[in-house]
Nanobody, 120 residues
Framework: QVQLVESGGGLVQAGGSLRLSCAASGLSFSDYAMGWFRQAPGKEREFVGTIRWSDGRTDYADSVKGRFTISRANAKSTVYLQMNNLKFEDTGVYFC?????????????WGQGTQVTVSS
């Protein structure tokens, strides 16, 4: 059974930083890409970034490029989303996801999400 569990969300002032974690189990990690998505109130879920577990290749949405960094810790089966210089518009529920296809859209498994609130 695949499980993705996010943690690390919270309330932070604009300009601050947070690091989200996604602990994964039940996967053959080398086959997967791990994505981060977010959903703000009243808006559709949007792609934030992704990392390919096998080689660490990353891709980011333009809105977070240069501020957010995705990394992985193989021994811990965990993916991280380091968020720096947070802006009010980064507020939302952040989800991690796992998919067999590299890209921004096709993800098979999802976590329950963690809330990030950025105060202006």
């Amino acid at each position: 059974q695949v499980q993705l569990v996010e943690s690390g969300g919270g309330l932070v002032q604009a300009g601050g930083s947070l690091r989200l974690s996604c602990a994964a189990s039940g996967l053959s990690f080398s086959d997967y890409a791990m994505g981060w998505f977010r959903q703000a109130p009243g808006k559709e879920r949007e792609f934030v970034g992704t990392i390919r577990w096998s080689d660490g290749r990353t891709d980011y949405a333009d809105s977070v490029k240069g501020r957010f960094t995705i990394s992985r810790a193989n021994a811990k089966s965990t993916v991280y989303l380091q968020m720096n210089n947070l802006k009010f518009e980064d507020t939302g529920v952040y989800f991690c996801a796992a998919g067999l296809d590299w890209g921004r859209q096709k993800y098979n498994y999802w976590g329950q999400g963690t809330q990030v609130t950025v105060s202006s």
